[in-house]
């Protein structure tokens, strides 16, 4: 169960909020399979993967026993694809003014876990599992502990890297 998400704060100057909450619409169901734990909280979280890395720590997965089978086939050392819901975050804007851009910027433009649909994702190294116990350990997580995960997908270099620009 995910805490309430609490009242948030104003606007900052050149942010559009839409005109209703995502968050009060019930058409999408997700089931999640478990949950993230690492090292963050609120006001202590790295904004990315990359400084996540840098300050170090403990990065798990723990999978919900029904869906432990579906860990068939991962192995240590292998790049997977992690999705998970942010679901503190605030779904009503839809222009952002983040701090380390010049200005306004679409949602859409933006790696912000505030967007209409709170899901997140993270391409980390699996260092090592344990399927019996639904335990994965990663390289890094930018996610406060107790985030609910969503998904795991393997990271497929045949499929995965853009194809290059047209001349």
Not at 40 to 51: A, D, Y
Request: glycine share 8%; net charge neutral.
């Amino acid at each position: 169960m995910t805490d309430p998400a609490p009242t948030p704060p104003p606007p900052r100057p050149g942010e559009v909020a839409l005109p209703s909450d995502p968050a009060s619409s019930a058409d999408a169901r997700l089931q999640f399979i478990g949950q993230l734990r690492t090292p963050w909280s609120r006001g202590n979280c790295p904004k990315n993967l990359r400084e996540a890395r840098e300050r170090g720590g403990d990065f798990r997965a723990e999978v919900a026993p029904a869906f432990r089978p579906g860990l068939a086939g991962l192995v240590a050392g292998q790049t997977v694809i992690l999705l998970y819901w942010t679901g503190a975050a605030r779904r009503d804007l839809i222009v952002q003014s983040p701090a380390h851009r010049d200005g306004p910027c679409g949602v859409f433009a933006l790696r912000s876990p505030a967007r209409p649909n709170p899901v997140a994702l993270a391409v980390v190294r699996l260092l090592a599992i344990d399927t019996g116990a639904g335990s994965l350990r990663f390289d890094a997580l930018d996610a406060f502990d107790g985030t609910a995960l969503l998904d795991i997908k393997p990271w497929l270099s045949s499929v995965d890297i853009p194809p290059d620009p047209a001349p």
